[in-house]
């Protein structure tokens, strides 16, 4: 699920308006790697999967938002933590509504809009942006835990609450403000449809040669080099933190035993190893789960930066849009465990969460 795809499917449907709207398939002596039949019922399959676990990251999300707006911004841990829900929250919805316009394709439902191109442009494409922006919070959050890791008290004075919004807000504009490339390529029609006595909405695309400038660049970019570094970035940190994480555990344990203080000395420090520890082994958390995830998007995107030509190949269409659904299909399930590793691991999140649905335990109110 591409936008040369989607160039095609606009060529072809302003051309030959007699057709029904399904996906692309042009007349080509290649026999397909994958057959529409084979990938519709794949979809089949897949879709309510993706819906449900969009709707979960949907409630589960807005949960987290919350949480971590009563939990207040003193810590740089919770801003982060609470843009990344902002944006799973709106991959989950961009989620629900693509394979809510893929399914009225496949039942062929005459929407009043072409459902393939609407599709990609409302759904898919925004949802890569959003994809990028969570890989590169993912990202962030992954460093900044490794950096504490290393020079713990330098990192707490440089990458303060304020630091730490500016940088989501300008990872935020640095993500989707390659989406303004979209506005420039494809403007929305209206298509007549003779054999049906109706007029429905779809895309034209613009192909000046700016657009196309623009398109490389954005391509190259946002679609390439921007979300492989961002998922290298986290892998790095992540096998870093993974190593490190029982060392420093020990580490600080053998520095509290050792040192001479009072006891009440040793168990603030330990409660404050204790407290440092169960957030790098959360992060290590989502940074895992994102990893498994979003590796068949970073080899869906990685196929098309590096094999343009493979775009235009009919033989290989569907094994892309495998791969897309693939991808969504993790995406979504990304999107949505978050909430689970929080009220697993935070002691804090779980009180504030159980204050907030009037579960009264004895750890409740959070401090």
Same mark, same amino acid.
């Given at each position: 699920m591409n936008f040369s795809q989607l160039d095609l499917h606009v060529t072809r449907t302003t051309s030959r308006s007699v057709r029904e709207f399904i996906f692309p398939n042009p007349l080509s002596p290649a026999q397909p790697l994958i057959t529409e039949q084979v990938y519709n019922r794949f979809v089949i399959c897949v879709l309510p999967i993706i819906e449900f676990f969009s709707v979960v990251g949907i409630i589960t999300n807005l949960v987290n938002i919350v949480v971590f707006a009563k939990l207040g911004r003193a810590e740089s841990t919770n801003i982060s933590f609470q843009a990344l829900a902002i944006c799973d929250l709106v991959l989950s919805v961009l989620n629900s509504w693509t394979y809510t316009v893929i399914a009225l394709r496949l039942a062929k439902v005459q929407a009043p809009f072409d459902t393939y191109s609407i599709h990609v442009l409302t759904?898919?494409?925004l949802c890569n942006f959003v994809?990028?922006?969570?890989?590169?919070?993912?990202?962030?959050?992954?460093?900044?835990? #490794?950096?504490?890791?290393?020079? $713990?008290? /330098?990192v707490k004075r440089i990458l303060t609450p304020r630091v730490t919004t500016v940088a989501v807000m300008v990872m935020l504009v640095f993500t989707v403000?390659?989406?303004? &490339?979209?506005?420039?390529? !494809?403007?929305?029609?209206?298509?007549?449809i003779p054999? /049906?006595?109706?007029?429905?909405?779809?895309?034209?695309?613009i192909r000046t040669p700016g657009v196309v400038l623009f398109g490389t660049i954005v391509n190259i970019?946002?679609?390439?080099? /921007? $979300?492989?570094?961002?998922?290298?970035?986290?892998v790095i940190c992540t096998v870093y933190l993974g190593i490190h994480l029982g060392r420093a555990s020990t580490w600080r344990r053998g520095a509290t035993s050792g040192a001479e203080t009072s006891g009440k000395g040793n168990q603030k420090e330990t409660a404050t190893s204790q407290k440092e520890n169960r957030v790098l082994r959360m992060v290590v958390s989502i940074a895992v789960v994102f990893i498994i995830c979003v590796t068949p998007s970073t080899v869906h995107m990685f196929t098309l930066g590096i094999f343009q030509k493979v775009?235009?190949?009919?033989? &290989?269409?569907n094994v892309l849009n495998t791969m897309f659904v693939s991808s969504s299909l993790g995406s979504s399930v990304n999107?949505?465990?978050?909430?689970?590793? !929080? !009220?697993?691991?935070?002691?804090? &999140?779980?009180?504030? #969460?159980? /204050?907030?649905?009037?579960i009264l335990t004895k750890d409740s109110p959070a401090k």
């Open positions: 759904g898919t494409a994809v990028r922006w969570g890989a590169l919070m993912t990202a962030y959050i992954s460093l900044e835990r #490794c950096l504490c890791v290393l020079k $713990p008290l /330098q403000s390659p989406a303004i &490339y979209l506005h420039f390529k !494809y403007k929305f029609v209206w298509k007549a054999h /049906q006595n109706r007029t429905v909405l779809g895309v034209t695309v970019f946002a679609g390439l080099i /921007q $979300p492989i570094g961002a998922f290298v970035l986290v775009s235009f190949d009919p033989k &290989y269409k999107a949505s465990v978050n909430f689970f590793i !929080y !009220y697993t691991m935070g002691s804090r &999140y779980r009180a504030v #969460c159980r /204050q907030l649905f009037g």
